[in-house]
């Protein structure tokens, strides 16, 4: 098991297939950055809404997020979700300020 108070990165995997193709996702933290970075994989045909929800260590919020390097605006830290808007497919990166 390992600790979020633990300053090396933590890193999360997931990956599968749906009716729409193939998603996925990685989280990376960097607690010495106060930051998580999440890499959002979403098919070409995905139409739908997103929401991420990142979990902070300390209970830490979200105090700003980038969206592919841009300031992005729709997160919500009291419910711990980023909005990717429908339409959105390919790779996105999300970076997740504390």
């Known amino acids: 098991m390992h600790s979020w108070d633990a300053l090396d ?3 999360l995997s ?6 729409m193709g193939r998603v996925g996702f990685s989280i990376t933290s960097h607690l010495n ?4 970075t999440a890499k959002v994989d979403l098919p070409a045909s995905f139409a739908a809404v997103t929401k991420l929800r990142l979990r902070t260590p300390r209970n830490a ?12 605006f729709d997160f919500d830290p ?7 808007p429908a339409g959105t497919f390919g790779t996105v990166i999300l970076v997740a300020s504390f």
């Open 78 to 84: 009291a419910d711990e979700t980023i909005t990717i």
């Open 33 to 36: 950055e106060n930051t998580i």
């Open 9 to 11: 990165p933590v890193v």
């Open 14 to 19: 997931f990956r599968c297939s749906d009716l």
């Open 61 to 72: 919020k979200v105090k700003s997020v980038t969206l592919n390097g841009k300031s992005w």
